[in-house]
């Protein structure tokens, strides 16, 4: 099998992936296919909107189109960091103290409304998802393999809400939207429900253990060096841009590149194209930078990326 075939295997169980989330998810193919980027890069997953128009659906369907041990975990003020990582407790059969893992350790963890608990309980999930372990009690524990993090949160305006610090949300390799649907789809997903929820329906399409392989291809993927100055220049601009406080962390190039990367694996091509990069740019740059006014939000934040891709000369590859 030549090379160009392994990656077209390869990339048409990625596929696979997208469409089966596809089924359950109604007229967001953009954002799906945005989700199965972020597990493809390596990174975590943001989903963030109003209540009730499908955050924790898509996090789940993606989670249940993975075999693999699948854990939700929903965020309340009087969540603690010890539910999360687990504890370690006193056997007194055998007078040794024993760790009792928490719900973080499983391939997929969907973190259903993160801001709704205290920063303490947020900042829990700082290491699992930078490091791929937890520490309790002074002695560290690794994670499964894949580890995947989907969180959802509600905007910030909400009542009950604590906003994420800017040290968690560098850790999520992008962030998207859904907003309500069309009234087309609403229709549809409406009728898809009359007797039972599609998701009840989906089924696995891939194993964990295939996800280190759709990976590496996807790392695998060549970047042209005038596309990588393209990538940093655009990061760059994020920090001496008028409109922002506070501009995109090397991380952030990190992640706009993996995307790309990914992106361009998804679409059966064994390189990416500044097109990738410009795909990538809102939904990885958007939740690291601040706006100069801190009272506007997410939708700002989106609008000075949009704005710098607008002036940033592209290259011609």
């Avoid at 996090?59 to 189109?65: E, G, M, W």
């Avoid at 055998?94 to 973190?111: D, Q």
């Avoid at 962390?249 to 993996?258: A, E, H, K, M, N």
């Avoid at 609008?303 to 290259?315: D, H």
Wanted: hydrophobic share 40%.
């Amino acid at each position: 099998m030549t090379h160009a075939d392994d990656l077209e295997a390869l990339g048409s169980r990625a596929r696979a992936l997208v469409e089966n989330v596809r089924l359950v998810i109604r007229g967001k193919d953009a954002q799906v296919e945005m989700a199965v980027v972020a597990l493809i890069s390596g990174g975590h997953l943001l989903i963030e909107d109003v209540p009730g128009v499908g955050k924790t659906m898509l996090a789940r369907s993606l989670a249940l189109s993975l075999s693999g041990s699948y854990f939700r975990i929903q965020f309340t003020p009087d969540l603690l960091p010890s539910d999360i990582t687990g504890t370690t407790v006193f056997d007194q059969k055998s007078a040794e103290f024993e760790f009792r893992p928490g719900p973080v350790f499983a391939n997929v963890v969907l973190a259903d409304e993160i801001n709704r608990a205290t920063p303490r309980t947020q900042s829990s999930l700082l290491e699992a998802m930078d490091e791929g372990q937890v520490t309790v009690d002074g002695t560290s524990h690794a994670l499964p393999r894949p580890f995947f993090v989907i969180a959802t949160q509600n905007p910030v305006e909400y009542h009950g809400t604590y906003p994420l610090p800017e040290g968690q949300l560098d850790r999520f390799c992008m962030s998207v939207t859904l907003d309500y649907p069309s009234e087309e789809y609403e229709k549809e997903i409406v009728e898809s429900q009359l007797e039972e929820h599609p998701v009840d329906r989906l089924r696995n399409v891939l194993r964990a253990e295939e996800l280190s392989g759709l990976q590496r291809a996807a790392r695998a993927v060549s970047v042209d060096p005038d596309v990588l100055a393209y990538a940093v220049s655009l990061v760059r601009a994020t920090r001496e841009d008028e409109g922002l406080s506070m501009g995109a962390s090397p991380r952030g190039t990190i992640f706009l590149v993996r995307t790309a990367q990914a992106r361009a694996f998804l679409a059966g091509r064994d390189f990416i194209t500044p097109d990738d990069i410009k795909a990538m740019a809102v939904p990885v740059l958007s939740h690291r930078v601040i706006p100069a006014s801190r009272s506007q939000g997410l939708n700002e934040s989106r609008v000075a990326v949009s704005r710098i891709l607008a002036r940033l000369p592209v290259p011609v590859v």
